[in-house]
């Protein structure tokens, strides 16, 4: 027999949370909470009963954490503390009462954590190590208020409260993030199972070789010379002062098309200012990141790849030689805005316009027009 | 200079992608007053121009590409001698002309450029 107990309904904000769904990767998240919970609930128990050298035989085992339903509106899983009842000891443990200081000690730990505060004396160092994986799936805008729905105080989990709570832990070397990089795999040691990866910047960092991996790692390493790309969603391993060190595992890694979209925008990441002749103004990071998703969600396969290049004030160049048109399409980062131009070399037929690219009628448009020169339809 | 003369063009690393050259490397910028700085080819070799470029100014180059002063003249495009930075120094001249006319005619300097091929990389 079990008893369920009301015991957190955190909050997941963020656009992959609408419509009260939980990404299966989230799971892993509140696997790592529940681990943290009956450590710290634990460790109350020992707090307050110093006369026990041993915690309880089944302090853990007789209680578990469930999600129970998932709530309306934002993703609010609804988790309840199932404790059993039937628990064969002389001396049953009300768990309820430490897993609720437990839950109140890691929402005053995160609490200080978004305020900049010290933790120490909240949460042990080793507790603190949870924060590694509690959240790490976590993106930029993303995060787990877990005290949701107190305003006041939501013990709001994103990558800085994260990174905050893990790095406070003074034997913690770094942390670990979930990181989308691309390189090109110039190593790799099968004894070791270990290979590098060189990434656009040109640092180079240590990753492991998996084995439902080792045929995509050895095809790009292969053709390293000619310059192929790999793309890898994985767990970055960073050091204390936020640098990335190594993979310490990956989950997806598939080789790139030469004129990936992605790959060639983050090369332009390192252009500083003064680039061309002393005076090409550096493309914005952010400016470029946005343009990468915008390809990524708007513009189609099917259509021919573009040559990308940055200009001299800072924005990009798209551009595609398709059959007789040569088209370019001048992308103002800052406006995201952008002046397309086609010149049929043979006619000296030629369109021009400006295109809103924050829109999507923007980027069909321009899908249009493509198909057209294409198709070799270039009626407007 | 006549209209055979060949006006020599850096082209910056980053505009080559997998071999292919943007039509940017034949378009002015608003800073440059529309004006395309070359260099007088009957004064001065594609090498030693790469070399005066990368060594002596210090810019960033992966070759050269040309036109001709005739090709550009058939594009209603001048070419005036600018001695004031280097002697050899020679600008093609797009200020007369709106965006959609210099986007045009940065296209076929391009094509010019491309037919008559490298004319130096390192």
Same mark, same amino acid.
């Given at each position: 027999m079990t008893e369920n107990i009301d015991f957190l309904s955190p909050r997941l904000v963020g656009?992959?949370?609408?419509?009260h769904s939980i990404p299966l990767e989230v799971l892993k998240d509140l696997s790592a909470l529940e681990e943290l919970l009956v450590e710290v609930a634990k460790w109350h128990y020992r707090n307050e009963n110093?006369?026990?050298?041993?915690?309880?035989?089944g302090f853990a085992d007789e209680v578990s954490l469930k999600v129970t339903e998932i709530g309306d509106g934002s993703a609010i899983p609804k988790i309840v503390l199932c404790v059993s009842?039937?628990?064969?000891?002389?001396f049953p443990v009300d768990h309820r009462e430490y897993f609720a200081k437990a839950k109140e000690s890691i929402v005053t730990a995160i609490d200080h954590a978004q305020h900049q505060r010290s933790v120490a004396g909240i949460l042990q160092d080793s507790h603190l190590a949870y924060f590694d994986r509690i959240? =790490?799936?976590?993106?930029?805008?993303e995060a787990l208020?877990?005290?949701?729905?107190? *305003?006041? =105080?939501?013990?709001r989990i994103n990558r800085a409260t994260r990174r905050y709570l893990t790095l *406070?832990?003074?034997?913690?070397?770094g942390f670990t993030e979930e990181v989308t990089l691309r390189g090109s795999v110039c190593e790799a040691d099968q004894r070791k199972d270990r290979f590098q990866l060189q990434l656009i910047d040109g640092r180079i960092i240590d990753a492991p070789i998996q084995s439902e991996h080792r045929d995509t790692i050895l095809d790009a390493f292969q053709r390293f010379r000619q310059g192929v790309r790999v793309m890898i969603d994985g767990v970055g391993r960073y050091n204390r002062r936020n640098r990335l060190d190594g993979l310490?595992?990956?989950?997806h890694i598939s080789l790139l098309d030469s004129l990936d979209v992605g790959a060639r925008l983050e090369e332009f990441t390192s252009l500083a200012n003064g680039w061309l002749e002393g005076k090409g103004v550096a493309p914005n990071v952010d400016g470029l990141e946005w343009l990468t998703d915008q390809f990524e969600a708007n513009?189609?396969?099917?259509?021919p790849a573009p040559y990308l290049y940055p200009t001299g004030e800072g924005g990009v160049q798209a551009e595609w030689s398709l059959d007789q048109w040569e088209a370019t399409l001048d992308i103002d980062l800052k406006s995201k805005t952008a002046y397309w131009h086609a010149l049929?070399?043979?006619?000296d037929e030629e369109s021009e316009r400006e295109i809103d690219l924050s829109s999507l009628d923007g980027w069909k448009w321009l899908a249009d027009q493509l198909t057209s020169l294409v198709s070799g339809d270039t009626g407007e | 200079m006549n209209s055979s003369t060949t006006l020599i063009r850096q082209i910056h690393p980053?505009?080559?992608q997998e071999g292919r050259i943007t039509s940017q490397a034949f378009r002015p910028t608003p800073k440059d007053e529309d004006k395309l700085s070359t260099y007088d080819g009957d004064q001065i070799d594609a090498r030693s121009a790469w070399k005066h470029y990368t060594e002596t100014l210090g810019h960033a180059s992966d070759g050269a590409l040309g036109v001709s002063v005739g090709e550009c003249e058939d594009l209603d495009l001048s070419v005036v001698p600018d001695?004031?930075?280097?002697?050899e120094h020679v600008l093609i001249d797009?200020?007369?002309?709106g965006r959609k006319q210099i986007e045009k005619r940065s296209k076929k300097l391009k094509s010019h450029a491309e037919t008559r091929g490298w004319l130096f990389q390192p």
């Open positions: 656009d992959r949370f609408n419509g110093p006369q026990r050298k041993r915690i309880p035989k009842t039937v628990t064969g000891t002389l959240g =790490r799936s976590l993106r930029d805008s208020e877990l005290n949701y729905p107190d *305003a006041k =105080r939501p013990a *406070a832990a003074s034997s913690v070397q310490e595992s990956v989950e513009y189609s396969d099917r259509l049929n070399q043979s006619s | 980053s505009f080559i001695p004031e930075p280097f002697p797009f200020s007369e002309h």
